[in-house]
């Protein structure tokens, strides 16, 4: 196992939000922070070279730093009720959603929380149960 592999995950992310010094790295650290409130038992991981990832029940969503935005993917978005509108890309699929946030643009914190929150319920929901 790497020195990095071992290093936990949440570790991993304080440090890619340090090494962004930018508002990509306000914007990914504010968006974590509505996660663990909207799911206080989110696990955190780093999949794919480095992409934070938040599950429970499965992978909720994942968040991608880009030039020009940040990119929060929920897993199974397309199956999410959505009513503030909040996913505003990767919406063609019938499978993930997306929310791209650029500079100077916020994300309604309780609407947001609000959405994290029915993707758990719908990870949880299709969590096979031991059968007795």
């Keep these: 196992?790497?020195?990095?592999?071992?290093?936990?995950?949440?570790?991993?992310?304080?440090?890619?939000?340090?090494?962004?010094?930018?508002?990509?790295?306000?914007?990914?650290?504010?968006?974590?922070?509505?996660?663990?409130?909207?799911?206080?038992?989110?696990?955190?991981?780093?999949?794919?070279?480095?992409?934070?990832?938040?599950?429970?029940?499965?992978?909720?969503?994942?968040?991608?730093?880009?030039?020009?935005?940040?990119?929060?993917?929920?897993a199974k978005g397309a199956s999410v009720p959505d009513p503030e509108g909040l996913f505003n890309a990767s919406l063609e699929g019938n499978m993930r959603r997306a929310i791209d946030i650029a500079e100077g643009e916020t994300v309604d914190a309780e609407a947001f929380k609000a959405l994290f929150a029915e993707a758990v319920a719908l990870n949880l929901s299709k969590t096979k149960r031991p059968r007795s």
């Design 1 to 74: 196992m790497s020195g990095e592999e071992e290093t936990p995950a949440s570790e991993r992310i304080d440090a890619k939000i340090s090494a962004l010094g930018d508002w990509r790295g306000k914007t990914l650290a504010r968006m974590r922070a509505l996660i663990h409130e909207a799911e206080p038992e989110v696990i955190e991981e780093v999949k794919w070279r480095g992409v934070p990832v938040w599950s429970r029940g499965g992978i909720v969503c994942t968040g991608e730093v880009y030039k020009a935005h940040v990119k929060l993917t929920f």
